[in-house]
């Protein structure tokens, strides 16, 4: 399979091995049809980029180069960010790209009709000549702003327009996804991604877990999704566990040596029962805890023998707080007794503010009781279809939950579906190119016009920290400077428009793969180094285009000459109607 190769970027890229994607079904196959069709239409009209060849072609090659960029026009859940994330599995995409004797045969099987010589250029077809510019993974990025711009010969790049727009679409949407869960949830709580069983297949959950924790997410219960990202490993047990034990008598081996080694308990299930007997006649549950589930105490007893030293319990499978919660500080003060302290619970039903409220009142009183520092701490984990909106209802509500795991909602992304990012020629031959609408009156916001040209783009942060506004210029422009006022223009919306003193000026699009281009290569950072990123960035965001509830718009913009430059070309394309 190609992607077990490791690629190289030509000159620049050579000296830095860049490893295979995630996903192996990521080869040069993995494009919608008409990527090809379109390569051969170019190949047969000499605009394919055969560089090896006769003046007519070296000509030819120019007029082949292109410019595409990928960006997205609205920004999802009805927010007002986006986080960028897929660049690395773009990234050992180009490095890897390269179609095997199979993918040939394949290929010609299904267009029979194309000659050859199109399928020897196939074979010889890799993206040593192709180049990436993209915003570091990790950032807060925008719609209309290219998210990256991939350069060169044009049959190539047609190629990777699908598999980018895919490896891009649902990274960053569930990593926005994840972070707009982090947002909501407060930095102190820790999230948990359970959403293995509910994602769209196996390439989903990788990498809904993969794009969570760099979103914000602590850690996922996806065992594989640990072993490829290093992503910290968390979980507790489920209903099934505590359902599949029926009584005491089921432990066989009842001993438990103490945390220090210094005694052995030899019956851990007599110490437990006897502590369930001191809650239930405890002063303060004035009789509150009658019977409680003994299967459920077995399931318990078991579970901390097994795991003594991060013991955590399922409290909700017959009754919280009738039987889940005695039955667990029952354990839990047993486990005490020998020096050990248990961890915590998880709910997974029922009113979660209610119950973590109530559940924490019976840990402190039981701290009070019986005298046991920190037990009024224990961790209360909650789940069970967890979102934004729940998360929120809690906040408003008041609760005592210090963990939240997700699953369903969060990777299935379940209030929007996709992010829409497209890719757009830009520039042909040096020629600047833009894409109106079917209807160009309805352009009028520039919601489906495309920005032309190579350009180059800028965040300028103004005096509180804060970024003021993108700006997209002519490449040919000069550079804004710190201090410097400049005019920063709506891309398509005349009257607005707002000078800017920036305090800091961050050049957006770096290189990631120079192709045979002589630039410096910026170097592909660790999952740690992005989650980082994306943390940062956002708390460097006004509070304002954050929060949930009618978020301020973040400005986009263009420079007055790319604003004259879009809008000449639009004249230029947008024909003249008639009124009949
Ligand atoms: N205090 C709360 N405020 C708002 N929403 C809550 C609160 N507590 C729980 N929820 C949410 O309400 C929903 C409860 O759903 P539902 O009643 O179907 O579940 P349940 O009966 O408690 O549990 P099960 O999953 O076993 O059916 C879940 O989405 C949960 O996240
Ligand atoms: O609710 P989610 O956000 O998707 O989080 C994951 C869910 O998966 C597990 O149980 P599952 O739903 O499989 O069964 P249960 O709810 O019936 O226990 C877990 O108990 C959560 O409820
Ligand atoms: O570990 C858990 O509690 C867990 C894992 C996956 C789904 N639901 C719960
Ligand atoms: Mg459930």
């Known amino acids: 399979m190609a992607a077990a190769a490791a690629g190289s970027g030509g000159a620049n890229g050579s000296a830095h091995q860049v490893g295979a994607p995630t996903n192996p079904m990521a080869t040069a196959l993995l494009t919608d049809q ?10 047969k009209a000499g605009k394919h980029a055969d560089r090896a060849v006769s003046t007519y072609y070296l000509l030819e090659f120019n007029t082949s180069n292109c410019r595409f960029d990928l960006y997205f026009r609205k920004n999802p859940f009805g927010g007002e960010f986006t986080v960028f994330a897929g660049l690395e599995e773009c990234i050992k995409f180009v490095a890897n790209f390269k179609f095997t004797e199979d993918d040939i045969s394949f290929l010609q099987s299904v267009m029979p009709m194309c000659e050859d010589a199109f399928f020897d250029y196939l074979r010889k077809t890799d993206c ?40 891009i679409n649902y990274a960053s949407l569930v990593t926005t996804n994840a972070a707009r869960h982090r947002h909501v949830a407060g930095k102190s709580k820790v999230l948990l991604e359970f959403g293995l069983r509910r994602a769209q297949g196996p390439d989903g959950a990788i990498s809904a877990s993969k794009y969570c924790f760099m979103g914000g997410f602590d850690a996922t219960s996806n065992v594989l999704a ?29 001993s438990l040596k103490s945390k220090d080694g210094s005694r052995v308990c030899k019956d851990f299930v007599s ?69 050990y302290k248990a961890s915590g619970i998880r709910l997974d039903s029922g009113d979660l503010a209610y119950l973590s409220i109530e559940a924490r009142k019976v840990f402190r009183t039981i701290e009070k009781e019986f005298n046991v520092p920190a037990f009024g701490k224990m961790i209360i984990t909650a789940s069970n279809d967890l979102n934004e909106e729940t998360i929120d209802a809690l906040n408003k509500q008041g ?61 300028l942060y103004g005096k509180e920290g804060y970024p003021l506004v993108d700006i997209m210029m002519r490449e040919s422009e000069p550079s804004p400077k710190a201090g410097e006022r400049i005019l920063c223009r709506h891309p398509f919306l005349e009257s607005k428009r707002a000078y800017v003193v920036p305090q800091h000026v961050e050049e957006l699009l770096l290189c990631y793969w120079p192709g045979t281009s002589n630039k410096p290569r910026v170097e592909l950072p660790s999952l740690e180094e992005i989650r980082g990123r994306c943390m940062q960035q956002l708390e460097k965001l006004r509070p304002d285009h954050i929060r949930r509830l009618n978020p301020t718009p973040y400005k986009v913009s263009v420079s007055a000459k790319l604003y004259e430059f879009i809008h000449s070309l639009w004249l230029n394309e947008a024909p003249v109607g008639e009124l009949q």
């Not at 008409?34 to 190949?43: D, N």
């Not at 359902?243 to 008598?249: F, G, R």
């Open 128 to 167: 040593s000549d192709v180049e990436v510019y993209s915003i570091p993974e990790g950032s807060v990025v925008f719609p209309k702003v290219p998210l990256m711009r991939v350069e060169g010969p044009v049959a190539v790049v047609q190629l990777l327009e699908t598999p980018f727009v895919n490896l």
């Open 226 to 254: 640990g072993n490829l990202f290093g992503i910290p490993l968390r979980g507790t047990h489920s209903h099934a566990y505590v359902s599949s034990y029926m009584s005491l008598d089921e432990i066989p081996d009842k």
């Open 271 to 339: 110490l437990v029962t006897e502590w369930l007997q001191k809650i239930q006649l405890a002063d303060s549950s004035c009789g509150v805890f009658g019977e409680t589930n003994q299967s459920e105490l077995a399931a318990f007893a078991s579970y901390a023998l097994a795991f003594p030293t991060n013991f955590l319990a399922l409290v909700d499978t017959y009754d919280v707080m009738r039987s889940g919660i005695p039955n667990f500080c029952a354990v839990a003060l047993a486990l005490h007794d020998l020096g």
């Open 34 to 43: 008409y990527q090809f069709s379109m390569a051969y239409a170019y190949w």
């Open 399 to 459: 609760h005592e939950v210090d963990a939240f795991g997700i699953g369903t909602y969060l990777v299935t992304c379940y209030s929007q579906a996709a992010l829409g990012c497209v890719f757009k020629l830009v520039e042909i031959n040096s020629r600047p190119r833009i894409k109106l609408s079917e209807d160009v009156a309805k352009c009028h916001d520039g919601f489906q016009v495309s920005i032309p040209c190579k350009k180059r783009c800028f965040r």
